[in-house]
């Protein structure tokens, strides 16, 4: 089936730095999403992006939907403490049916106060 | 103004037993998804439904799976015979469909462990 890489699996930074993750597809994307899952919980979403070069920001993430379609990014600034927990992109492919969404491996945060 | 509900929260069954997980979606919402997502990995998706209708099983094991989403009431996801390879976090989501249709609202989920 269809893979997303994300990368990297796992960061530890120190309290205020910024951060930076990101997805890449050998298929073309239609839309792309970040969610975060913090422990025990189900994931929630951070941003939606629906065309490509599109630039989204929410407080301090920001999120871009790469000119080829293939990859996004999203970035946190200023990290707290609080931006603990996993982050997913997911994204769906013209093909599939509905709003089904294909998910990454997730990237790891830890932020050491 | 609830949220997606999955129930049970946390299931522990023994090898053989069945599983059955809930979903009640968003108010307004009457697209279904079901993920299952394995320790340390990402959530992989399963089947998609709609009131009364199977859209999407691609995901589905071909056997002891099985999906429904009824008139009246939540979906189900019935797990059959469990194994300890079902062990497992299943998420439900919800989207209304049409415009807006690629946003997914995840529940809390339920938590399998089979003994």
């Known amino acids: 089936g269809q893979q997303l890489n994300q990368s990297p699996q796992s960061m530890f930074i120190q309290e205020g730095e910024d951060v930076s993750m990101n997805c890449t597809s050998s298929?073309?994307?239609?839309?792309w999403l970040w969610y975060k899952q913090d422990p025990g919980e189900g994931p929630v979403l951070l941003i939606a992006?629906?065309?490509?070069?599109e630039l989204t920001s929410n407080g301090r993430l920001t999120a871009q939907f790469g000119i080829t379609r293939k990859d996004s990014f999203l970035n946190i600034s200023a990290s707290i403490p609080s931006d603990v927990g996993i982050y997913f992109c997911?994204?769906?492919?013209?093909?599939?049916?509905?709003?089904?969404?294909?998910f990454g491996e997730g990237t790891q945060l830890t932020v050491n106060p | 103004n609830a949220g997606v509900m999955q129930n049970p929260r946390h299931l522990v069954r023994r090898r053989g037993q069945e599983a059955r997980l809930r979903c009640s979606p968003m108010?307004?919402?009457?697209?279904v998804y079901w993920y299952r997502q394995l320790p340390e990995e990402g959530l992989k998706f399963m089947v998609y439904?709609?009131?009364?209708?199977?859209?999407?099983e691609s995901g589905m094991p071909k056997e002891r799976f099985s999906a429904e989403f009824p008139k009246e009431g939540p979906s189900i996801l019935r797990i059959q015979q469990v194994v300890r390879g079902d062990s497992a976090a299943y998420f439900c989501?919800?989207?209304?469909?049409?415009?807006?249709?690629?946003?997914?609202?995840f529940g809390a989920g339920s938590r399998l462990t089979v003994l």
């Open positions: 108010k307004g919402h009457s697209h």
């Open positions: 439904l709609q009131k009364e209708n199977i859209i999407d």
């Open positions: 997911a994204g769906q492919i013209p093909e599939t049916s509905g709003s089904r969404l294909t």
């Open positions: 298929s073309i994307f239609n839309t």
């Open positions: 989501a919800s989207s209304p469909g049409g415009y807006g249709a690629n946003v997914l609202t």
């Open positions: 992006l629906y065309k490509a070069g």
